[in-house]
């Protein structure tokens, strides 16, 4: 799908990864909204993009549904929706001194990563189901109408240490990468998943407690931090490649988390 | 890395998904070596994108290594390596007619798994001769081709989903290997895609079975699509060591 | 299907993983005839185990055949294969020296990939004819065995680990062929087993993996292979799959 011209939906892209797929896709031409929590961040980095902030918790069907009319309004249907938001409360399951993990652990995690991505998938898949079919040069049942890029994580795939309930939500949109695209795929709306290693973003910061450029020790090449503007081009060229679809790519310079 | 102006090898580069990308390379300034089996092919491609062609069998080494020679005495060392030849082949493993001949189950091993090999450990021991062309130290890449038979494999392609699944399984440890060199290796699992060992695989009337099967988009994969995906892992240098299925979303049953 | 009384065929019997396989299968009822290139070894165990050994080069498809008629004339037609035969090379891809002799590669894609094909062809075909053992009209069960050297990659096993990551991806179609025959296809991925192959590994790279394991933090003991080797024999539902006994061990560069 070319995304110039098309109204685009990032969430947690006020900064991070989703900020750095807004500044892609606004240089390819797309009407940019970033969904965050956190609505002034949100604000500035509009501000600084030429797009729309919208404030939304993803976990929340009404405020989805209010962020989504307001898009609409705004800068026409959206078609694209890029699930950057997350989070990640590190922490072992269960330790001699601090005996079990908090519950709350998962279920916040669960909240956000899971239950808010599954929210703006089910909403606005729902929404471009009803909206007038795209034509093109194809026959109307490979003509794409949507497109949804999940961000997944290494840590869904490897497990490593201290990260069983991160992994456990990061897994799931794994898991749910594939029965969606088959969902979806009569309405022409593709699933794709990115599981990104160690990028230099602000939520690998405070998880690492300091900068992801010195936890790269694992990472085979390049042994650096990804960029946010890295991710960016995979989920552009995810938007960009029809025949991209059901499918977890990991974007880690190789690397397998221990 | 930037593609252009770099040397790009392609094998099986003749026809189907190789044709696809020597087309893309040379649009985006790369000069582009095509191997293959069918030389006069070869340099009909190699004549339209202004490359050379070269023959080669990359079953055997010494045609390998007599093929890398030429491209790098006429063009130089090339960074940037995709291991498009393969075949196939179908016969289950044991039918009436007596168990799969060995030597045929060789063959698309051969081609297939050690060819790729073969390219891979030549180009890196060059490669690592070259200086590095960014400021990641990164000096060259490998795409080489798995497919989707390597993880869900039908009745009767025992031989050609066991090379398959070798080249998936070689992907980290030689990326692994490599990293000290800054060549990355990764690899692309097709689905469909309309090519002449595809329509060779699944016969013509296999081709609307396929397509049946594809959630979206509903018809083969274009070999210019192929391409894109592989541009795209050459251009973007933190993709290493990973297995990308590009295929809408399908998985095969047990029959084709 | 029972393993009692049932004749069990496995390549490279006279040690490690294949041996203790031998042992768990002929403790459970079970007669073996060992095939390995090494006779001597083999007979060995052979003795200690009432069993039958065989001089066999995998990769030889006239040799498997006459090794197979001679299992079937001394014990009767194999129900159960095992293809433990299996040999490991550690080079890197490339170095600025050389590049990874073509030959070490070729050679370990020939005893790993090619030898399990070509028994399991050989075994399979024989297995077609034979009568059925029970209601689930089952006739007999192939266990290859790969590695988690092939999902996790390791630094210098680029052959081993597409040999390995082949004999994966031969499992899913093969069950499939012959499934219509009763003949179940079910793969093991072993991580790190005390077994004269890993003896081959270097002391520092052990010294460095074992702390690595989750749990247990120790290498495997052949006989606990050969324990999930009787679970898929007797577990009829098990097919097309491929299972990891490795202590939870994800092995790093």
Partial sequence: ?258 | MEIKDQIAIVTGGASGLGAGTVRALAAKGAKVAVLDLNEALAKSIADEVGGIAVRVDVADTDSVAAAMATVKEKLGIARIVMNVAGIGIGRKITSRKGPHPLADFMRVINVNLTGTFDICRLASTDIATLEPVNADGERGVFVNVASIFAFDGPVGDTAYAAAKAGVAGMTLPMARDLANYGIRVMTIAPGFFDTPLARSEVGEAGVDKMVSLVPFPKRPGKPEEFAKMACHIVENSMLNGEVIRLDGAIRMSMML | MNVQGQVALITGGASGLGAGAARILTKAGARCALLDRNLALAEELAAELGGIAIECDVVNGPAVEAAVDRVVEALGTPRILLNAAGIDVAIRTANKKAPHPLEEFERVIAVNLTGTFNVARIVAHRLTSAAVLNEDGERGVIINIASVVAQDGPIGQAAYAASKAGVQGLALPMARDLAPFGIRVVTIAPGMFETPLASGIPQAWIDSIIPTVPFPKRWGNPLEFGALVQQICENTMLNGEMIRIDGAVRLGA
């Avoid at chain 1, 969904?35 to 976990?59: I, K, S, Y």
Wanted: hydrophobic fraction near 45%; glycine fraction near 12%.
């Fill in chain 1, 1 to 258: 799908m070319d995304v110039s011209q098309q109204s685009v939906v990032i969430t947690g892209g006020a900064s991070g990864l989703g900020a750095g797929a807004a500044r892609l896709f606004v240089d390819k031409g797309a009407r940019v909204a970033i969904f965050d929590r956190n609505l002034a961040l949100a604000q500035q980095t509009a501000d600084e993009l030429g797009c729309l902030a919208v404030a939304c918790d993803v976990a929340d069907e009404a405020s989805v549904m209010a962020a989504l009319s307001k898009v609409t309004e705004i800068n026409g249907p959206p078609r694209i929706f890029i699930n950057c938001a997350g989070i990640d409360i590190t922490g072992r399951i269960a330790t001699r001194g601090g005996g079990p993990q908090p519950l709350e652990a998962l279920s916040k995690q669960i909240a956000v990563n899971l239950t808010g991505t599954y929210n703006i998938c089910r909403l606005g898949a729902d929404l471009v189901r009803q909206l007038p079919r795209l034509a093109s040069a194809e026959p109307s049942a490979s003509t794409e109408q949507g497109v949804i890029v999940n961000v997944a994580s290494a840590a869904g795939l490897d497990g490593p240490r201290g990260q069983t309930a991160y992994a456990a939500t990061k897994a799931a949109v794994i898991g749910m990468t594939l029965p969606m695209a088959r969902d979806l795929s009569a309405y022409g709306i593709r699933v794709v998943t990115i599981a990104p290693g160690v990028f230099n973003t602000p939520l690998a910061a405070a998880v690492l407690r300091g900068d992801p450029e010195t936890a790269v020790g694992d990472v085979p090449f390049p042994k650096r931090a990804g960029r946010p503007a890295e991710f960016g081009q995979l989920a552009l060229h995810i938007c960009e490649n029809p025949m991209l679809n059901g499918e977890v790519i990991r974007l880690d310079g190789g690397l397998r988390a221990t």
